[in-house]
């Protein structure tokens, strides 16, 4: 507890926040906050306490700032299990968020598309998830889709502006993995029986921890590249990157258009 008042109140006392609402950016959608004025950033290296990220796509900076009218704060990154870290510490950043007075957390990411319906470059919107890490058990994992980890109102309201703004806007459900590795093609199958959508290597901690804080959570993803055995091309960071840029434009509308209907 005295961590998480130490890293809150530094985060207060050098931004000033008084927000509402964060966001957490995923690989590759750092420029969001290019479009942002007010700008307080703090490099996470200096934020007592705070994860330091070290995947390419992740900056590691939390910027106070202002859309509109509206103050947020944004996490350009974030840190994975496979880098090392703990379940347990890689929600310490969304408890300090708590601390901080969020209430609405929107958390994005870019996962890999297990339909082919759903190309690279696809916007979705997540509405339940599934924990195929087995840390708790070997059995098969149940699908999530609990309004406590998925909020009704910040998914309408994603649909609206999407709707609004001539943006097409997936639904699906995403698949959490350890990384660092891709999948592979079986274990991709296997996920697509249990109705799967979207996988990727982070988030799933987030959703659960927002929940159970009793924050309103909202997943958005930009679907980056084909999952192992969907497309005949290996899998590479890169390719994650490089999709997540030519989605840019369409991602800023919605995430923007969101955050000024909250």
Known sequence: MNDLKDTSQYIFKHSGFHGKTAVILGSGLGGFTDTLTDQCTL????????????????????????LEEKEILVAKGRAHCYEGYSRKTVIFPIRVFKELGIENLIITNSPGSLRRKNTPGTL??????????????PADPGLISDGKFHSPELISI?????????????T??????????YETPAEIQYFKSLNGTA??????????EGGTLE???LTLSTLTNFAAG????????????????????RFLKLLSGIIERI
Do not use: R
């Open 43 to 66: 490099p996470y290296a200096n934020i007592p306490l705070y994860l330091k990220s070290t995947v390419k796509g992740h900056s590691g900076e939390l910027v106070k700032s202002m």
């Open 230 to 249: 969907i497309s005949e091309h290996p899998l590479t960071h890169q390719e994650v990157l490089h999709n997540a840029e030519k989605a840019k434009g």
């Open 172 to 181: 699906g459900n995403y698949c959490w993995t350890l990384g660092p590795a």
């Open 158 to 170: 994603a649909k609206k502006v999407a709707f609004d703004n001539g943006i097409h806007l997936a």
């Open 124 to 137: 979705m919107v997540i509405e339940g998830h599934m924990d195929f890490t087995f840390q708790d058990g």
């Open 199 to 208: 996988v990727g290597m982070s988030t799933l901690p987030e959703i659960e």
């Open 215 to 217: 924050l309103n959570v």
